[in-house]
């Protein structure tokens, strides 16, 4: 399985997002390979993603995907990041 997040320039809130999704999985004991990217990227990135994370600014820009996108509204919470992932994988 494969992850994506994504923000604006790739280093800021997706990697954020990255890290707590990484905890997440450990939590619901899933693996998945999950990258932090920029959104101008996101087609070719997340071509083969299951989930792309992100924040609503940049769910228009992402356009249309084969993946589940999942919106983010605390970046820090990762009890929120864990029942998505959980209601999105489950």
Do not use: H, Y
């Not at 992100?54 to 983010?72: M, R, Y």
């Amino acid at each position: 399985m494969k992850i994506v997040t994504i923000c604006g320039a790739g280093i800021g809130s997706s990697g954020v997002l990255k890290v707590n999704a990484e905890r997440a999985l450990r939590a619901l004991d899933l693996e998945a390979t999950v990258v932090a990217a920029e959104v101008s990227t996101v087609r070719t990135v997340a071509a083969d993603a299951q989930i792309i994370l992100t924040t609503q600014e940049f769910v228009e820009a992402i356009g249309k995907t084969n993946a589940d996108v999942i919106v983010i509204v605390n970046l820090f919470d990762t009890s929120e990041l864990t029942q998505k992932l959980e209601d999105a994988l489950g």
